[in-house]
């Protein structure tokens, strides 16, 4: 069945290097993707969206990269913290219901 | 606190007991959505509201679990003959949905179920 994915279950950065967190989606009717990051024992935050009409959108020190051809996104971090330690998932919203891959875990090292 | 809220934050059962959690989305968000997740995953789809009306339930939704939104406001998830299997994190999201498609979805911090 179609599904979400992301590339890599862990990704280890030193404090202040940028951060790309992959996904590959496969459900080529997805028209909306979210990332979102969980910290331990808390639900997950939204962090940034974009909508398949646009192939680039920027936040603070975030940046989500879409890219419909090969169906990939990725998520830029710039200047990565330790609070930015967490686990990330992309997430696309065919029919209203947003669909979760498995996740990175990001690990910042000071 | 103008989030998501969901009650109780913990909750330790016994196998076989009836279990209830509820969920209060943002006041003006219409969709609301219940997710399980457990270590090491993703959050897994389980169903979805359009006010009070329940419009999509995963497979995942067996039929000891049941969820209402009566007035369109907050929900419950109910579990009835808890099992150990059902151990995990629920999650309640809301978002505001409206004619040009699809908003984002905001999380609540979740209720960790621990069935002994």
């Known amino acids: 069945g179609e599904s979400v994915g992301l590339h890599l279950p862990t990704l280890s950065v030193q404090e202040g290097d940028n951060s790309i967190i992959n996904c590959a989606y496969s459900?080529?009717?997805?028209?909306?993707f979210i990332w979102y990051k969980q910290e331990s024992g808390k639900g997950p935050q939204f962090i940034i969206d974009i909508r398949s009409n646009m192939d680039k959108r920027q936040g603070q020190r975030v940046t989500v990269l879409l890219n419909k051809t090969v169906k990939h996104l990725s998520l830029q971090i710039a200047a990565t913290q330790p609070g930015d330690s967490a686990v990330y998932f992309c997430?696309?919203?065919?029919?209203?219901?947003?669909?979760f891959g498995r996740g990175t875990s990001l690990i910042v090292h000071p | 606190d103008t989030g998501v809220s969901q009650d109780p934050r913990h909750k330790i059962t016994k196998r076989g007991q009836n279990v209830t959690f509820r969920c209060d989305p943002i006041s003006e968000h219409n969709r609301l959505y219940w997710y399980r997740q457990t270590l090491g995953q993703g959050p897994e789809f389980l169903t979805y509201?359009?006010?009070?009306?329940?419009?999509?339930k995963s497979r995942l939704l067996s039929d000891r679990f049941s969820a209402e939104r009566p007035k369109g406001s907050f929900s419950t998830l109910e579990i009835q003959r808890t099992e150990q299997g059902d151990s995990a994190m629920y999650l309640c999201?809301?978002?505001?949905?409206?004619?040009?498609?699809?908003?984002?979805?905001?999380f609540g911090q979740g209720t960790r179920l621990t069935v002994v």
């Open positions: 509201f359009q006010n009070e009306a329940q419009l999509e």
């Open positions: 997430a696309e919203n065919p029919l209203y219901i947003p669909t």
């Open positions: 459900n080529s009717a997805s028209d909306y």
């Open positions: 999201a809301s978002s505001l949905g409206t004619g040009e498609g699809n908003t984002e979805a905001f």
